[in-house]
């Protein structure tokens, strides 16, 4: 059964950092490509960064600059580095796995003004 395990959020000043993680029990990680999502209150899910089983990474237009998707395949961990973080980042994130169509709880990440 695959499950996906975010962490790292919480409560932090606008031009702060955090760094979350997503850890998959799921075979064969290293070949999918692994995504963060975000959803604020009362707005759609939105993808914020993406990367390959090789290591090649897009970013949507807010995240460029700021954010940085990571991934360490020998622990099935993919990482989420954020940085000069502002109020409008608020949402919870989700990661995502190719071939997997569910999603982990989820990690709050809160940004005060």
């Known amino acids: 059964q695959v499950q996906l395990v975010e962490s790292g959020g919480g409560l932090v000043q606008a031009g702060g950092s955090l760094r979350l993680s997503c850890a998959a029990s799921v075979s064969r990680f290293s070949i999918r490509t692994a995504s963060w999502y975000r959803q604020a209150p009362e707005k759609q899910r939105e993808l914020v960064a993406a990367i390959t089983g090789g290591g090649s990474v897009n970013y949507v237009d807010f995240a460029k600059g700021r954010f940085t998707i990571s991934r360490d395949n020998a622990k099935n961990t993919v990482y989420l580095q954020m940085n000069s973080l502002k109020p409008e980042d608020t949402a919870v994130y989700y990661c995502?796995?190719?071939?997997?169509?569910?999603w982990g709880q989820g990690t709050q990440v809160t940004v005060s003004a």
């Open positions: 995502n796995l190719q071939f997997f169509n569910g």
